[in-house]
């Protein structure tokens, strides 16, 4: 007897099963997975290069993406600091503090940048709590030079906020200069400051000095390179992980009018971008990594269940082979399009250590030198530095000698 008109002569392939239907869904749900993942960057603007950080690091920063304004502001933050220009610093830092938080506002860019489908450095850069503490630790030294120590205080109070888990309550920061700095602003304001001093001593094993109301020199010193470098590592490059490389340089010592001034470091930057409360962590995300390796599965199961039901001689068999074929594919094109890698953009120049010292100086000019020292405790003699300290008669101002081993 002959076959009935549209009846199955035989078992179906996976080829046949995308005729019958399959293709048609296909399509509609590649087209929906993959729309706006095919967009490639825009052409980077040419740079003329100068030579002068500043101007280049501007010029840098107009032609970057702006995902990536966060990033140059700090970048040239640093820069400018080191060079002692502290309008261009303040500048940079107010406007990356401003724009620190844009990822959060309900946007297109902010949805598109939540989606699975984008890699994490397609998201406006914010970096990680270290490096947003690092905008706030900067700008309070612009603040001191500025006579406004309250505002100092408040960055220091914002900094420990950013450290710590103010949510969930599972851990504190631990960067010990911004409890050390915010008690030491409020003895500057006549506040009390025992509880800031007692929590940032039991942050360090090193004894810290107590607070010389009177002091009007306040010295900030950073050293040690590299800082913090960041990688991607896991199957899918979705564990955002960190280099640490132990600096040659180890702590500073500032010599002034023949008085040596220690400075040790009271913080490390590659301690804090690799642990939260103390604890060593691991930062993976999680939920990407996840949802690729999830609908991978799904597909290959969903692929071999349309084949075995396409071997069944039976409408429900081929109408099931064709559900399970599309589906299966769909999953497939999910997964391929899912980006979980890890944002390793990183505020690159920034030291290993920071230290602290504060002093009493008389009105006028002190010849002084800053000398660098390796873990042996030596001086390197290609980074020693001659310095001037200017102390203004005004006896409230606050003089800020701002210290750096690092290059411009």
């Given at each position: 007897?002959a ?9 179906l ?68 600091l ?73 960055c ?58 009177d002091?009007?020199?306040?010295v ?22 960190f280099?640490?490389e ?20 009271y ?16 930062h ?23 084949a ?9 068999g ?12 769909i ?16 505020w690159?120049?920034?030291p290993?250590?920071?230290s ?29 530095r ?5 102390v ?8 800020v ?8």
């Amino acid at each position: 007897m002959a076959p009935r008109k549209h009846e199955p002569t035989g078992r179906l392939t996976l080829l046949h099963v995308l005729h019958r239907g399959g293709v048609a869904l296909l399509m509609l749900a590649a087209f929906e997975l993959l729309t706006g993942c095919m967009d490639g960057p825009a052409p980077r603007p040419a740079i003329a290069y100068t030579g002068d950080p500043i101007v280049d690091g501007n010029a840098e920063l107009a032609a970057a993406p702006p995902k990536d304004r966060v990033l140059w502001d700090d970048r040239i933050a640093a820069t400018a600091l080191r060079l002692g220009k502290f309008d261009e610093a303040k500048a940079k830092l107010d406007d990356a503090i401003v724009h620190g938080g844009g990822i959060i506002n309900n946007t297109a860019d902010a949805a598109k940048a939540r989606s699975l489908f984008h890699a994490e450095d397609t998201k406006a850069f914010i970096g990680e709590p270290y490096e947003r503490i690092m905008d706030y630790y900067y700008r309070a030294i612009i603040y001191w030079r500025d006579g406004e120590p309250d505002n100092a205080r408040a960055c220091y109070r914002t900094g420990q906020v950013l450290g710590s888990d103010v949510e969930n309550h599972q851990y504190q920061g631990t960067f010990v200069l911004l409890d050390y700095l915010e008690g030491f602003a409020s003895e500057k304001l006549g506040e009390d400051s025992s509880d800031s001093l007692a929590r940032a001593q039991a942050l360090t094993k090193r004894h810290l000095p107590p607070y010389n109301k009177d002091a009007n020199v306040l010295v900030f010193a950073e050293y040690g390179q590299p800082g913090p470098t960041k990688y991607a590592g896991g199957e899918y490059g979705e564990q955002l992980r960190f280099y640490t490389e132990e600096a040659s340089i180890r702590s500073a010592r500032l010599t002034v009018d023949g008085h040596k001034v220690w400075l040790p470091p009271y913080d490390s930057l590659n301690y804090q971008a690799t642990t939260r409360g103390g604890r060593v962590m691991d930062h993976i995300l999680g939920n990407k990594a996840v949802f690729k390796g999830t609908t991978d599965t799904v597909g290959n199961v969903a692929l071999v269940g349309a084949a075995i039901a396409a071997n069944q001689d039976s409408r429900q068999g081929n109408e099931a082979a064709i559900g399970l074929a599309a589906f299966g594919l769909i999953n497939k094109i999910a997964s391929a399009a899912t980006k979980p890698q890890a944002d390793i953009r990183a505020w690159d120049n920034l030291p290993q250590f920071l230290s602290f010292a504060a002093l009493r100086l008389a009105p006028g000019d002190h010849s002084g030198q800053i000398e660098y020292l390796t873990r042996d405790g030596e001086p390197d003699p290609d980074l020693t530095r001659e310095v001037t300290i200017t102390v203004p008669a005004d006896p409230s101002a606050n003089t800020v000698v701002f210290l750096s081993e690092l290059p411009h």
